[in-house]
């Protein structure tokens, strides 16, 4: 049945950005998708249902948040950009008369989970096309605030996403692929040519897909010592962990111990270590007595 919903086509978006005097700006990843048949595949990938809560980041002039609400979600979006969202309600109560979302104007990487909560029911999805300079801090933000996000894809920039999605002693396995792991399981749910976009970004695109995690590795405390431990061991990636722990645990003869403890080879890197290595080595390091800085 047709929802009715009007998504938006280049010539759409462009007299939208027109009437507010929008030039995209590089500092806040703005580049907006002008073709339906993305949005369609992107909500497709998603696999939101009608009725479900879902959480949008930058919905921009809005070609996702209709597109999602097209099938029948109830979208809460974050902008950051104050024209773009004061504009957003007036073009979704125009294209899609009838259907509910809320707009919050707020950094999505400093929103709080009373903000989101204070508009309706806790997001239990997570679907945007994200500012790509800060699609890291913003998922993991997001996650953290938000555990009721259960499933999620966001389109980012494609090195990015295959760098998220690697599996450990994967060559660009790093910061992001560990710390993400923390909150569940991601994969490349497809490639996005450049050409859907205006303006079209110099980088290729892809679709991330997520499923969070049926049990939490554990609290925030412990998390951040595991993210310390990630960003410690990565700080000097061609090293042995032997030496790139040594300031995080006082020497490394102490890093040595520290390894060994938990059960790791201290002659091995750090793009060997799965997260659950990671888990280990914060929860064997907890009573380190790290070198002054
Ligand atoms: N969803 C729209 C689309 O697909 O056409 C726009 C996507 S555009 C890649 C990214 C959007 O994120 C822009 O609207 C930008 O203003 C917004 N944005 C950038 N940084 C943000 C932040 N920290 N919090 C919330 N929104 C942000």
Redesign the pocket.
Known sequence: MDSGVKL?GPSD?RALAATLDIR??KK???????DPNT?RRIVAASGVVPGQRVL??????????LGLMDVGAHVVA????AR?ADQLPATLAERAPGVPADVLH??????TAAEVEAAGDSPTALV?????N?SVP?LVHLLTVLPGVRTGLV?VQQEVAERIAAPPGSKVYGVPSAKLAWFGRWEVAGLVGTNV?WPAPNVGSALLRFSARDVSLGDEALRGEVFAAIEAAFSARRKTLRQALGDWAGSPAAAEAILRSAGIDPSNRAERLSLADFVGLAKAGESRVASPR
């Open positions: 938006l978006v995209p700006t806040l990843g703005q580049n907006f998708v002008i949005i949008e980041v930058g919905p921009g002039l809005g070609s996702l948040t974050v902008e950051i950009d773009l707020s950094d999505a990487m400093a929103v945007a096309n994200l500012p790509y800060v913003v389109m976009f």
